[in-house]
């Protein structure tokens, strides 16, 4: 099994700014493709923006589509998710999955290894 580690969550106002990392333990992380997930309290979990392995591929969530950029550092091991203008909506559990080689979309069947989360709180 793949271990991957967010980093990065915290407190925001709205408005603000979040960078978040997922690290890879282990393995090469360039070498799948990756996922961002949010789950909110109550909510089921949703997909947010994925990269593909190259790099050369990416997507994002409508709702997110605009604010958030998808990146990854094969130097660093690292797939990082910029968050720029954040909301009170976006306040949940990220998660990153690594899975396949192609950003494919979001179906959570695709990505077999998860992290633990990071807390995103976007608040006043």
């Known amino acids: 099994q793949l271990q991957l580690v967010e980093s990065g969550g915290g407190l925001v106002q709205p408005g603000g700014s979040l960078r978040l990392s997922c690290a890879a333990s282990?393995?090469?992380?360039?070498?799948?493709?990756i996922g961002w997930f949010r789950q909110a309290p109550g909510k089921e979990r949703e997909g947010v923006s994925c990269?593909?392995?190259?790099?050369?591929?990416?997507k994002y969530a409508d709702s997110v589509k605009g604010r958030f950029t998808i990146s990854r550092d094969y130097a660093k091991n690292t797939v990082y998710l910029q968050m720029n203008s954040l909301k009170p909506e976006d306040t949940a559990i990220y998660y990153c999955?690594?899975?396949?080689?192609?950003?494919?979309?979001?179906?959570?069947?695709?990505?077999?290894?998860w992290g633990q989360g990071t807390q995103v709180t976007v608040s006043s």
């Open positions: 990269i593909s392995s190259s790099g050369g591929s990416t």
């Open positions: 999955a690594a899975g396949g080689v192609y950003c494919s979309g979001y179906a959570e069947r695709v990505y077999p290894d």
């Open positions: 282990g393995f090469t992380l360039g070498s799948y493709a």
